[in-house]
């Protein structure tokens, strides 16, 4: 099966650029989706597609996705982007399955 | 606006069963791939299941096939997902959501609306 591995943690100071990346074998032949999940509520997208984003999010948020990693660079984190992101990969064609990252904790020191 | 509301959660002994619903509204519920998504207590999500805008095609995870069954009522706007012989690690909030797959390669499974999930947990 196949398998997407994210960094537990990340941390950044407000105002920095923070880059979360999923990795995969051939990741850049798949489409790549991001989710932002804060605690208690239910996931957003906030990606998708490998760099589109869905619409009321901030474009500070910007995906990519190219051989192994797909990224998603947050620029000028605020306080309000901590949360956990997940990153997710529709891989096959015809039967398509779904497979989520594992998750990365977003601190904003 | 969009609205999903599951429901149907709750404690179920180990090797039970459950069905869990899906109320949508504020979209064509017909157009839509729909799927099911879960997440046990302190852990990442897990994809469990999607079914097309007709029902007629439906896919699951590997380690889910013969136990879960995803089905939907187009005609009330409904999802559902028959979950039998429950073990322990099903224990997770199950949430629904709007699935962006267009079918025939269009796309990608992206999931746009969530629910705020269903509780199950599966204990003695």
């Known amino acids: 099966s196949y398998v997407v591995t994210q960094a537990p943690s990340v941390s950044v100071a407000p105002g920095q650029t923070a880059r979360l990346t999923c990795g995969g074998n051939?990741?850049?032949?798949?489409?790549v989706n991001w989710y932002q999940q804060k605690p208690g509520q239910a996931p957003v997208l906030v990606v998708h597609?490998?760099?589109y984003r869905p619409s009321g999010i901030p474009e500070r948020f910007y995906g990519s996705n190219s051989g192994n990693t797909a990224t998603l660079t947050i620029r000028r984190v605020e306080v309000g982007d901590e949360a956990d992101y997940y990153c997710?990969?529709?891989?096959?064609?015809?039967?398509?399955?779904?497979?989520f990252g594992g998750g990365t904790k977003l601190t904003v020191l | 606006q969009v609205q999903l509301v599951e429901s149907g959660g709750g404690l179920v002994k180990p090797g039970g069963s459950l069905r869990l619903s899906c109320a949508a509204s504020?979209?064509?519920?017909?157009?839509?791939?729909m799927t099911w998504v879960r997440q046990a207590p302190g852990k990442g999500l897990e994809w469990v299941s999607y079914?097309?805008?007709?029902?007629?095609?439906?896919n699951y995870a590997d380690s889910l096939k013969g136990r879960f069954t995803i089905s939907r009522n187009n005609a009330d706007n409904s999802l559902y997902l028959q979950m039998t012989d429950l073990r322990a690690d099903d224990t997770a909030i199950y949430y629904c959501?709007?699935?962006?797959?267009?079918?025939?390669?269009?796309?990608?499974?992206?999931?746009?609306?969530w629910g705020q999930g269903t509780p199950v947990s599966v204990s003695s």
């Open positions: 504020g979209f064509t519920f017909s157009d839509y791939f």
């Open positions: 079914i097309s805008g007709s029902g007629a095609f439906t």
């Open positions: 051939n990741i850049g032949d798949n489409s």
């Open positions: 997710q990969v529709c891989v096959g064609s015809g039967e398509v399955t779904v497979v």
């Open positions: 597609d490998d760099t």
């Open positions: 959501a709007r699935d962006t797959y267009l079918g025939s390669g269009s796309g990608s499974h992206a999931f746009d609306y």
